[in-house]
Each structure stands twice: as structure tokens, then as C-alpha cells.
């Protein structure tokens, strides 16, 4: 479980710095460093199979509401992490507001037509900057598996990643806590 948490603080850093690369104004850059030195810089804090997107959505479903993170104004990366010698995959967004932030995993390579399970899930909510509702991943009872990460097409054409998840997360990690059935789709462009 250790291990799981880690992953998230990992993708969690990954959203905050993608929305800060949102943020940032390309003027100020390009005025203040030539193109060379531009490039390397942009290159030095590029992670390898790491994107940022540009366009697209993701949408999840919990509890009967419905909340969307919109590429063209929020953070959603899609990210490759190595940890313990072994890959995941997933998906990390934060919205320009910073009162929402997603991330869900799957074990191994991500290709086009994989159907994985999750490895790891959280949805964290923040109530008119008051209260903060966390959701995260559990083993609903009773179910074999249940939650899968589907991965329709990946890196084709303009097409960062598309698919779909489900997967079942408790509420603020309490013990006996109900599970709820958390659903999502995603379309996102890197070009």
C-alpha cells in the first residue's frame, strides 16, 4: 500500500506541475531566453512518455454527479512512472481552479486496445474551499475485479489517449466505508 501512495503523491506532483506549465506565460519565456537555451529548457523538465494535453476531455461519474476536466483550461497529463522496477500507466488531471484533482492507474505499458486493471485511483474535491472530500481506491466486496482501465487508442495520430474506466473508491478512507461505483471516459489530444 505503501508503494500505492507513492504513486499518487508521484502523479499528484505531476498535476500541480502540469498546471503550472498551463499557467505560465510563453511570453515571459521566450523574452527572457533564446530559442537554444528555450528548448533546453523545456527538454530538462519533459519526463520521457509523459504529455501534457492539449485538447480533450475527462469525465467521472460518482454518486450521481458528473464532473468534467477541460484540456483546453485544466491540467490533464497522461504518464508513464517506474517504481519498485515495475511500469504504470495513468492519467492526472487538476482543474484551473485547484478545487479538483483526479488519478487513475493501471499496471504495465500503455498501448491501443489494452484492458488493464486499476492500480490505483483517488478523486479528491474541494467544497467551497471549506471542506475537502477524498475518494480512493478500494476492493468493493463481493466483486472479482471489478474495476478495469481500457485504453481504446494511444498515441495515434492527433490522439494522445482514449478510453474509458471503471473502478470503486471509498470515501475519506474510513474503515467500513461504502463503495461507490466511480465511471470515466477520456478523449485527449497532444496536437
Same mark, same amino acid.
Given at each position: 500500500?505503501? *508503494? ?24 515571459? =519565456?521566450?523574452?527572457?531566453?533564446? @530559442? ?7 527538454? &530538462? ?21 458528473? $464532473?468534467? %476536466? ?5 491540467? !490533464?497529463?497522461?504518464?508513464?512512472? $517506474?517504481?519498485?522496477?515495475?511500469? $504504470?500507466?495513468?492519467?492526472?488531471? !487538476?482543474? @484551473? &481552479?485547484?478545487?479538483?484533482?483526479? +488519478? ?15 492500480? +490505483?485511483?483517488? %478523486?479528491?474535491?474541494?467544497?467551497? *474551499?471549506?471542506?475537502? =472530500? ?24 492527433? =490522439?494522445?489517449?482514449? +478510453? ?19 465511471? +470515466? ?5 497532444? @496536437?
Amino acid at each position: 500500500m505503501g *508503494n500505492l501512495r507513492y504513486f499518487f503523491i508521484i502523479l499528484f506532483a505531476l498535476a500541480v506541475f502540469s498546471s503550472c506549465q498551463k499557467d505560465e506565460s510563453v511570453k515571459e =519565456v521566450t523574452q527572457s531566453l533564446s @530559442k537554444a537555451d528555450s528548448i533546453r529548457a523545456l527538454s &530538462a523538465n519533459s519526463t520521457p512518455g509523459n504529455t501534457l494535453a492539449v485538447k480533450g476531455t475527462l469525465k467521472i461519474t460518482i454518486e450521481d454527479s458528473t $464532473y468534467t %476536466f477541460d484540456a483546453a483550461k485544466d491540467s !490533464i497529463a497522461f504518464v508513464n512512472v $517506474y517504481l519498485d522496477d515495475k511500469q $504504470y500507466f495513468g492519467l492526472t488531471a !487538476i482543474n @484551473k &481552479a485547484h478545487t479538483m484533482s483526479f +488519478g487513475v492507474s493501471g499496471p504495465g505499458k500503455a498501448t491501443a486496445n489494452l484492458t488493464s486493471t486499476v492500480a +490505483g485511483s483517488q %478523486f479528491l474535491l474541494n467544497i467551497d *474551499n471549506t471542506t475537502t =472530500v477524498q475518494y480512493t481506491l478500494g476492493q468493493a466486496p463481493g466483486l472479482e475485479n471489478p474495476s478495469h482501465f481500457n485504453i481504446a487508442q494511444y498515441l495515434q495520430d492527433s =490522439v494522445l489517449v482514449k +478510453g474509458t474506466f471503471t473502478t470503486y473508491l471509498t470515501k475519506d478512507a474510513k474503515p467500513n466505508s461504502t463503495f461507490y461505483k466511480a465511471e +470515466g471516459s477520456f478523449e485527449l489530444k497532444n @496536437k
